[in-house]
């Protein structure tokens, strides 16, 4: 057997612990539910991602023509419907099928297809499992009631789609939203919900105007869009303009925000760019400095998807949350993402040197990469200073080592003055019940793990 000084144990149990408390840390966000293992918004779908462990479920919403809240990704239904099939001729001008023209009835007739069927994803030839577009109060009592059964609190994360189009139709639905939030209990800064919204104006309207009016504070995060999306428009001399988001990223722009906005979300493709360099460097921190939270998206794990400068699913991640430093991710893989966070170990763990089994003082090794339980309660208070090895100290106990009592010489407060030495040789024990002590060992400063990319990856950008 092995045994492993006391110090050498702290400070590999330090090494872990940091890296642990910095990946309960961040989060994972379920793009439209589980969508890169079914189809995506819908109840099943759902179901899902809170068994697959995802901190929050997103619900992307439009209105309907009977002014019902449904969850859908974009105002149009062709992309994930049968609509074309069912309802010919009912098409807009530009040839698409919009489902504020058809009422929750019509569009309850319609089943869900895989949008992406050849991208290895769930496959589209079902003709028996018909799986519809649900309301956005179907989709909260389910959460509600997986809550009562599970006994834990599921996040939700529903955003409000092109408030201008719905405007444009006559149409409120930011009200339409936070009405069914105060039905289903949301409230508060300290319920599990994040509000979000490509739109500025209209998430400025929601905190000062709707809110106090529903007696409601939400956490809110702002979206930000290229300036040639669709997301966001004003209406400017009778046309509608694109958005323009460049004051937002600039560090007096998230200021501005910061008074009544929680975090904020972009592509990350606006972080990083195709050969892995930070576009906006100062970005994730400057948010960080005013209490505001950083969300990009979307991941994905099919490898025709990832960026160059990766050749994993779990790089991205890792090159994410803990080089460019961002809280959380919306991904379609919310189960691998959540496995990749509860896995996750040291990149360079403190690993002491083992010595010779010396009579007296036997212990398990423990292996070079724990494996500690994600659900390890963890302190954001450092450790108290732990006495290194010497002469007069006890050893630190271990948790689940082999226990063997071990004779306790008087504790010293004194710290030794550090010096390298070779380890002493067993063959220098000359009496089985004397254990030579060594002289005092260096000790090495704590190892924070890197956060870089492996050598093999960065040779990739």
Not at 55 to 70: F, G, P, R
Not at 271 to 300: I, Q, R, W, Y
């Amino acid at each position: 057997m092995l045994i492993i000084k006391s110090g050498g144990w702290a400070f590999l149990l330090l090494a872990v612990l940091v890296v642990f408390a910095q990946a309960n840390d961040k989060i994972v966000i379920a793009h439209r539910a589980a969508s890169g293992y079914l189809m995506e918004h819908n109840l099943p779908s759902v179901t899902l991602a809170v068994a697959m462990g995802s901190d929050y479920i997103e619900q992307d919403l439009v209105m309907t023509q009977d002014d019902q809240v449904i969850v859908l990704h974009e105002p149009t239904l062709d992309r994930v419907t049968n609509v074309a099939e069912l309802f010919p001729g009912r098409e807009r001008k530009d040839g698409k099928f919009y489902a504020i023209d058809f009422t929750l009835a019509e569009i309850k007739q319609l089943h869900l297809k895989e949008p992406y069927p050849n991208s290895g994803r769930f496959p589209d030839n079902n003709k028996n499992l018909q799986l519809t577009v649900p309301t956005f109060k179907e989709e909260l009592e389910l959460i509600r009631g997986l809550e009562k059964t599970l006994r834990k609190d599921i996040g939700i994360y529903p955003e409000i789609k092109q408030p201008w189009f719905h405007r444009k139709e006559g149409k409120d639905i930011s009200m339409a939203v936070v009405k069914i939030l105060r039905e289903y209990g949301y409230k508060s800064q300290e319920d599990k919900i994040f509000l979000q919204c490509f739109d500025p104006e209209e998430l400025r309207r929601i905190h000062d105007e709707l809110f106090p009016i529903l007696q409601m504070n939400l956490k809110l995060i702002q979206l930000i869009d290229d300036n040639n999306g669709d997301e966001t428009k004003s209406l400017q001399w009778g046309e509608w303009i694109n958005y323009n988001y460049d004051w937002i990223t600039s560090k007096s722009g998230l200021r501005t925000l910061s008074s009544y906005i929680a975090g904020i979300g972009m592509d990350k493709s606006m972080l990083v760019d195709k050969a892995g360099n930070l576009l906006l460097p100062e970005l994730v921190s400057d948010a960080h400095s005013l209490g505001m939270v950083v969300h990009p998206f979307t991941f994905h794990r099919e490898k025709e998807l990832l960026t160059s400068y990766v050749t994993t699913f779990e790089e991205l991640l890792e090159f994410f949350y803990f080089k460019v430093g961002v809280d959380g991710v919306f991904t379609d893989h919310c189960g691998d993402a959540v496995l990749f966070l509860q896995n996750r170990v040291p990149a360079t763990a403190v690993e002491p040197a083992a010595e010779p089994a010396v009579e007296g003082d036997v212990r398990e090794i423990l292996p070079a990469q724990p494996t500690v339980a994600p659900d390890l309660p963890l302190s954001p208070v450092m450790p108290p200073a732990i006495p290194v090895d010497g002469p007069g100290v006890t050893p630190v106990a271990v948790p689940e080592a082999a226990a063997v009592t071990i004779p306790q010489p008087p504790v010293s407060t004194l710290t030794p003055e550090p010096a390298q030495v070779p380890n002493p040789s067993p063959a220098s024990v000359s009496d089985p019940q004397m254990v030579p002590i060594p002289a005092p060992v260096s000790v090495p400063e704590p190892v924070i793990p890197s956060m870089s990319l492996p050598s093999e990856v960065k040779s990739q950008k």
